[in-house]
């Protein structure tokens, strides 16, 4: 039921300003079938008052809907503007299921800033994630122009932070920006995934998040997060970007929640989350983290 205490407000709702930021030639069938998901979503969904789970009622409140105007917001805010007006070109060969707007070759940075990776909102939301759970090691899979790891290198100043490229200009490209601000607990790796998981499956290292954000396709998407399991610990949190980009991530999602390790799952719509905790009951959360109920 919608409450007069949530106003919802167009201009500030993340969906509508994605999909307003979408250049036209993309508002065809793929936004018709978002814009579908997104009000099945919405049914499906609640916000903190729904959510009995005292884990994820604190989750809710003390972290999705967070309202506090960080200062590292406005370094995110810097950056993003950095992007969007960088006129570098880069040579890219995207190793995942690519851009829906992009082929490889030669890219601006400006352009690829418009349609990959984390928007703002996606940026601060990360952010609070981070600053919430407070993981000591972090590992993504997929940098590119480094949003993203920027956001969480922001979130907990004293993580350490391995982040994989396969791309080695971009890898490159986000290195230089990354070394300019003197960031020193980022590393980015210049590797396919898959030889990356490989390497450190020689290794007992642990991850207490992990975010997935490189190849949209299923199946590399359950192999990669198969190998990972070695690799987290009880209360590790995946982060899985993207879950209603493609029909492949929505069945990738699907599976993600139904691995054996994994008891508890979120879905925000814009990512999920996928926790391990062997003392929780186990549930999958559908959360609205626009904290309205239309439905
Ligand atoms: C969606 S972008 C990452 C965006 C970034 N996390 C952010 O929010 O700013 C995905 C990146 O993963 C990289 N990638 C995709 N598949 C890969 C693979 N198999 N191995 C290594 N990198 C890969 C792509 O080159 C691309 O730069």
Known sequence: ??????????????????????????????????IKDYLKFLRRSVNAHGLHSPFMYALATKCFYDKTKYPGYRLLKDYHKQLLQNKTIIEVTDLGAGSRVFRNGKRQVDE?????????????RLFRLVRYFKPQNILELGTSLGKSAYAMALGNPSAQIITVEGDENLAKFTQAQFKEKGLKNIEILHSDFDAFLDKINQTNQKFDLVMMDGNHLLEPTLRYFEKLQ?????????????????????????????????????????????????????QDFVVNLNSLNLF
């Open 112 to 124: 690829i800033a418009k349609v990959a990776g984390s928007s703002l909102t996606d940026m601060k």
């Open 1 to 34: 039921m919608y409450s007069k205490k949530y106003k919802f407000n167009f201009q500030n709702s993340t969906f509508i300003n994605r999909l307003l930021s979408l250049p036209k030639y993309q508002l065809s069938t793929i936004n018709f079938i978002l």
């Open 230 to 282: 070695k690799h987290l610990h009880n209360d590790s949190v995946v982060i899985v970007d993207d879950i209603y980009w493609s029909e492949e991530m929505k069945t990738a999602w699907q599976k993600l929640k139904q691995h054996p390790n994994v008891k508890q799952s979120v879905d925000t719509f814009y990512f999920g989350l996928l926790f391990f905790r062997e003392e929780q009951y186990p």
